[in-house]
T-cell receptor
């Protein structure tokens, strides 16, 4: 049974470049979450989708960050332009619905130089 | 402001020892979850507690939710190297999708 699949696993880029992170949730899951994890701030919710619709994007740091979910099996998180302070591990997670058990992907380790 | 404080931040013990890690807050949570995260992987849910005073056991792991639903503890008996990882607590308040995570306790169990 495939879990939440994220790509790439690692991304190294230079400041100012565009970065796109990808996520395939577990089939049948209606809720999708993007989190960011850093040593300083721990795990923070960036955005939450339910049935492909963004419900809560209050955690998105600023306009440089955007997320889309064009269909039930794919989501992207884009950073444009990227900055060194964006360096973190970005996790995608999905669940059957709001409040149900969360399943996390393996994350994307992003380094912005 | 960190709503959930976890302690200790780091813990290194020998195989066979017992340990307790804590998750504290000044806020009331409707439920609290514990996760374990291994290096290079995402967190994996261990347990959810919802009732004040609730105790749940998962093999050698015992989870307790405080009576006032503001704090929780995780006790591991006879720790094994396979227990090594980052233990995260996460609380839900109000909305059923938004979790507040603590920064975690990094546990190392040495053989």
């Amino acid at each position: 049974d495939a879990g939440v699949i994220q790509s790439p696993r690692h991304e190294v880029t230079e400041m100012g470049q565009e970065v796109t992170l990808r996520c395939k949730p577990i089939s049948g899951h209606n809720s999708l979450f993007w989190y960011r994890q850093t040593m300083m701030r721990g795990l923070e919710l960036l955005i939450y989708f339910n049935n492909n619709v963004p419900i809560d994007d209050s955690g998105m740091p600023e306009d440089r960050f955007s997320a889309k979910m064009p269909n039930a099996s794919f989501s992207t998180l884009k950073i444009q332009p990227s900055e060194p302070r964006d360096s973190a591990v970005y996790f995608c997670a999905s669940s059957l619905g709001p409040g149900e058990k969360l399943f996390f992907g393996s994350g994307t380790q992003l380094s912005v130089l | 402001t960190q709503l959930l404080e976890q302690s200790p931040q780091f813990l290194s013990i020998q195989e066979g020892e017992n340990l307790t890690v804590y998750c504290n807050s000044s806020s009331v949570f409707s439920s609290l979850q514990w996760y374990r995260q291994e290096p290079g992987e995402g967190p994996v849910l261990l347990v959810t507690v919802v009732t004040g005073g609730e105790v749940k056991k998962l093999k050698r792991l015992t989870f307790q939710f405080g009576d006032a639903r503001k704090d929780s503890s995780l006790h591991i008996t006879a720790a094994q190297p396979g227990d090594t990882g980052l233990y995260l607590c996460a609380g839900a308040r109000g909305s059923n999708y938004k979790l507040t995570f603590g920064k975690g306790t990094l546990l190392t169990v040495n053989p």
